[in-house]
């Protein structure tokens, strides 16, 4: 089993920044992929970006360029600055492990952490 505790969300004007954190502890694999998603009220959860243990990093074209993922493989954290925040960056945000093994493929969530951005 993997765990996973978000933190950093908050209330925040359009145009600030916030920064996201996400502490994984338990059975992780050395092959991984942690992700940030996000769900706004009656909307399908949607992938905002993710990262590999070996570094390799995706980006929802709608975060491009303002959002910024980052993890420590040594202590098994997550992050994700995010800049020029603006209203529709509003949503619950997810943390996610998916730890690879040949074909094997286990998926882990955190709770969430709700972002507001409204002024």
């Known amino acids: 089993q993997v765990q996973l505790v978000e933190s950093g969300g908050g209330l925040v004007q359009p145009g600030e920044s916030l920064r996201l954190s996400c502490a994984a502890s338990?059975?992780?694999?050395?092959?991984?992929?942690m992700s940030w998603y996000r769900q706004a009220p009656g909307k399908t959860r949607e992938l905002v970006a993710s990262?590999?243990?070996?570094?390799?990093?995706v980006y929802a074209d709608s975060v491009k360029g303002r959002f910024t993922i980052s993890r420590d493989n040594a202590k098994n954290t997550l992050s994700l600055q995010m800049n020029s925040l603006n209203s529709e960056d509003t949503a619950i945000y997810l943390c996610?492990?998916?730890?690879?093994?040949?074909?094997?493929?286990?998926?882990?969530w955190g709770q969430g952490t709700q972002v507001t951005v409204s002024s």
């Open positions: 996610k492990l998916q730890n690879v093994r040949d074909s094997l493929r286990l998926n882990y």
């Open positions: 990262i590999s243990s070996g570094g390799n990093t």
């Open positions: 338990g059975n992780i694999f050395s092959i991984n992929v």
